[in-house]
C-alpha cells in the first residue's frame, strides 16, 4: 500500500525558516516524481513544488522559487521541503503527493495527510 | 504559466440530480503526440487530502463511482455527477499536467446539498 506521511510543520516567524519532510512507503520511491501542494486555511489548492525520481530535475512555482529547495533521499525515502524567508501567505497545509505513473507530468493518485505551516509572529 | 478558471465557485444540487462543474485552461492541454488531455478532476472533503477522480480529462480512477464522469478537450472540461448523492458534498478542483511545470490547480467549486 503506498503511504506518504509528512511532518515538519509548526509556528514559525516570520523571516524564519522550516523543513518540511515526507516519508514514504509501499512502492519503489526512486521511479516516482513527487509533488508539494499547499492548501491556506479555508482555500484552495497550490501547485508548489516537484521532483523528479532520480532529484535531477527540480521545478517550483513562482510563489516560491528562490525561497523553498525540494530535495529527495533516494536511500531511505524521504522528501524534504527546505522553506527559507518564510512569510505569512506561506501559512498553510503542506502535502506531498505521488502521481499515478513514474513521469512528472502525472494526475496526483496519492496523497499523504499535510503537515501544518503557521508563519506569524 | 497556465491559469485555470472554473465556473461556478458554489454550487447547490437536489438529490439525485445532475450536477456539472466547468474548468477553462488559459491554453490547450491537448498533447497532439498522444492525443491526450492533461486534466484531472479531484474531490476534497473537509478534514481530508483531495482524492483523484478522473484524469486524462475522461478515465475515471479505479473505485470512482460510474455516476462522475469527465468530459472536453483543449481548453474546456466538465465534471458531471450523475445523480447527486449525499457523499458527493465536497470541493471539487481541475488541475492541468500538460508536459512542464508548474502545475495548476483551479480555484475549487463548493458542492452542495439544495
Known amino acids: 500500500e503506498v503511504q506518504l506521511v509528512e511532518s515538519g510543520g509548526g509556528l514559525v516567524q516570520p523571516g524564519g525558516s522550516l523543513r518540511l519532510s515526507c516519508a514514504a512507503s509501499?512502492?519503489?520511491?526512486?521511479?516516482?516524481?513527487i509533488t508539494w501542494v499547499r492548501q491556506p486555511p479555508g482555500k484552495g489548492l497550490e501547485w508548489v513544488s516537484v521532483?523528479?525520481?532520480?532529484?535531477?530535475?527540480?521545478n517550483y512555482a513562482d510563489s516560491v522559487k528562490g525561497r523553498f529547495t525540494i530535495s529527495r533521499d533516494n536511500s531511505n525515502n524521504i522528501l524534504y521541503l527546505q522553506m527559507n524567508s518564510l512569510r505569512a501567505e506561506d501559512t498553510a497545509l503542506y502535502y506531498c503527493?505521488?502521481?499515478?505513473?513514474?513521469?512528472?507530468?502525472?494526475?496526483?493518485?496519492?496523497w499523504g495527510q499535510g503537515t501544518l505551516v503557521t508563519v506569524s509572529s | 504559466d497556465i491559469v485555470m478558471t472554473q465556473s461556478p465557485d458554489s454550487l447547490a444540487v437536489s438529490l439525485g440530480e445532475r450536477a456539472t462543474i466547468n474548468c477553462k485552461s488559459s491554453?490547450?492541454?491537448?498533447?497532439?503526440?498522444?492525443?491526450?488531455?492533461?486534466l484531472a478532476w479531484y474531490q476534497q472533503k473537509p478534514g481530508q487530502p483531495p482524492k483523484l477522480l478522473i484524469y486524462?480529462?475522461?478515465t475515471r480512477e479505479s473505485g470512482v463511482p460510474d455516476r462522475f464522469s469527465g468530459s472536453g478537450s483543449g481548453t474546456d472540461f466538465t465534471l458531471t455527477i450523475s445523480s447527486l448523492q449525499a457523499e458527493d458534498v465536497a470541493v471539487y478542483y481541475c488541475?492541468?499536467?500538460?508536459?512542464?511545470?508548474?502545475?495548476?490547480f483551479g480555484q475549487g467549486t463548493k458542492l452542495e446539498i439544495k
Open positions: 503527493a505521488r502521481g499515478k505513473v513514474v513521469v512528472t507530468a502525472a494526475p496526483l493518485g496519492y
Open positions: 509501499g512502492f519503489t520511491f526512486s521511479s516516482y516524481a
Open positions: 521532483i523528479s525520481g532520480s532529484g535531477g530535475t527540480t
Open positions: 491554453q490547450s492541454v491537448l498533447y497532439n503526440s498522444n492525443n491526450k488531455n492533461y
Open positions: 486524462w480529462a475522461s
Open positions: 488541475q492541468q499536467y500538460y508536459i512542464t511545470p508548474p502545475f495548476t
